[in-house]
C-alpha cells in the first residue's frame, strides 16, 4: 500500500472518530478534545495534500453527526451501441452525474443530472453498478465517496446552457475521449457498456419469450430450467 495512502486512511478515521465523539460525548472535556483532535487530522491531512488547513477544515471537517460515505450517481446512456457523455469546462468527458442531494433518491438524483448536465429527460431502468471511489479513481478524497451507476434511456429533451457542461456526445468503446477520470476512468466506462449490453440482451429475451403462446412458452422455460 502506498505510505500516502495508509497515512490518509488514518487520518480520515481519526476525523471520523473525532466527529462521533462531538456528535454522542456528553462531557465537556471530552469534547475540549475531540475538537483537538478533529483539528489535529485537518493539520496532518493540510501536510500531506499541501493546501491551507482552512481549505482543509472547509471539505474535510464540515460536517456534524455520524460520518457517512458521499453519494455520487452516474447515468450510462446508450444510443446505436454508444455511450453519452457530456463535455465539462475544462475539455474532459464524463457520464452525467453528481453528488446525490440530500431531499431527493438515487433514481431523482440520477434524472435531475442528466436534465441539468446534458438536457434530456430519462427513465432510470437498472443499477449497473455500486463502487468505493477510493478503489477506482484517482485523486484520492479525504473523505469515502460512494458512486452508483445507473443505466438509463431517454424519452426526450434538448441541450441548454448550464454552468457545468458545454455539449454531449456518443462515442463507442473503442474510441473514448479524454475523460474526467476523477469522476470516471475508461475501466467504468467499459464497465458500463459490458453491463449495458447485456442489460439490453436480458430485455430482448424477455420480450421474445412473453410474446410466445403460453404453451410454447411453458415448453421454452422447461427447456431453459434443464439446460441451467
Avoid at 32 to 57: C, F, G, H, T, W
Avoid at 132 to 154: G, S, T, W
Avoid at 215 to 221: D, G, L, N, P, T
Amino acid at each position: 500500500m502506498d505510505k500516502n495512502k495508509k497515512w490518509i486512511d488514518y487520518i480520515i478515521e481519526l476525523q471520523s472518530l473525532a466527529q462521533a465523539g462531538l456528535t454522542y460525548g456528553k462531557d465537556v472535556y471530552d469534547q475540549e478534545r475531540y475538537e483537538r483532535i478533529r483539528q489535529l487530522s485537518a493539520m496532518m491531512m493540510a501536510d500531506i495534500s499541501n493546501k491551507p488547513v482552512e481549505q482543509v477544515e472547509g471539505l474535510f471537517c464540515n460536517e456534524v453527526g455520524y460520518q457517512t460515505p458521499k453519494i455520487d450517481t452516474r447515468a450510462a446512456i446508450f444510443k446505436e451501441d454508444k455511450i453519452l457523455l457530456v463535455q465539462e469546462k475544462n475539455g474532459t468527458w464524463s457520464l452525467p452525474g453528481g453528488w446525490c442531494d440530500v431531499n431527493v433518491s438515487v433514481m431523482e438524483n440520477t434524472i435531475k443530472e442528466v436534465k441539468e448536465e446534458a438536457g434530456l429527460d430519462v427513465v432510470v431502468k437498472n443499477v449497473i453498478a455500486i463502487q468505493d471511489r477510493e478503489k477506482h479513481n484517482q485523486p484520492i478524497y479525504a473523505y469515502k465517496v460512494c458512486k452508483i451507476f445507473m443505466l438509463c434511456e431517454v424519452e426526450g429533451g434538448v441541450f441548454k446552457e448550464n454552468s457545468e457542461t458545454i455539449g454531449f456526445d456518443y462515442f463507442t468503446k473503442d474510441n473514448l475521449p479524454i475523460l474526467a477520470t476523477e469522476k470516471n476512468n475508461e475501466e467504468q466506462i467499459q464497465m458500463c457498456f459490458f453491463r449495458g449490453t447485456a442489460a439490453k440482451s436480458i430485455q430482448s429475451s424477455r420480450l421474445y419469450f412473453f410474446r410466445q403462446p403460453p404453451r410454447q412458452r411453458k415448453a421454452e422455460f422447461r427447456d431453459r430450467k434443464f439446460r441451467i
